[in-house]
């Protein structure tokens, strides 16, 4: 198993222990900011194996499918344990297109067609991170008076444009890629 792969393995390991110190209510702060150490090395991780990957020319099926896929666990797994701040319909609508991305790329896999990271969507999974990283930080519920105003101001500001990006992401993926979900005259039922 190559670096990147490695690096791979080791987000996905980190999400379960992410989730307890961010679930683990007797840790107070503490066991956020553990959370969060944990989130912003797995990002890291994130980041670097594809640079690796790409800069070495070791790019391997098992990474095309497991990168992504830790990618979008880690972020799941954040959103879930922070629907105490986000709106839960927020998470559902952040999850369903990640679902629906997923769906979308292993159709096309099936198709002998790779469908490649959209800037639109590297926006969003950017925009995502730093929401979350506020969020888990959560300096509205620790500040008072005008500070805690702007906070909240900037968590609502975060949450939305993360919405927003979500949703014009997956506008995007849908019409690059429309011909994916086209079947071929070979795959049509007789």
């Keep these: 198993m190559n670096l990147p792969n490695k690096l791979t393995v080791l987000r996905m390991c980190m999400i379960p222990f992410f989730v307890l110190f961010m679930e683990w209510d ?19 991780t994130d980041m670097l194996d594809g640079k690796i990957a790409r800069k070495y020319n070791i790019v391997t099926n098992f990474g095309k499918f497991m990168d992504p896929l830790a990618d979008k666990l880690l972020v799941c797994a954040a959103l879930i344990c922070l629907t105490d701040v986000i709106p ?19 159709i ?35 500040v008072s008076g005008i500070q805690h105003t702007v906070c909240g101001v ?13 949703v014009i992401s997956l506008v995007d993926y849908l019409i690059k890629n429309k011909n994916v979900l086209k079947e071929s005259p070979a795959n049509k039922c007789q």
């Design 108 to 142: 096309a896999a099936d198709n002998g067609v790779v469908i490649a990271a959209s800037y639109w969507g590297k926006i969003k999974t950017v925009c995502q991170m730093i929401m979350i990283i506020w969020l888990i930080l959560g300096i509205p519920d620790r």
């Design 88 to 106: 839960k319909w927020i998470v559902i609508i952040i999850i369903s297109r990640e679902l629906i991305i997923s769906g979308f790329r292993t």
């Design 26 to 44: 007797k840790l107070g702060m503490a066991g956020r900011y553990v959370a969060l150490a944990l989130f912003i090395i797995a990002s890291f």
């Design 154 to 166: 900037i968590s609502d500001v975060l949450i939305y444009l993360s919405l927003f990006l979500t």
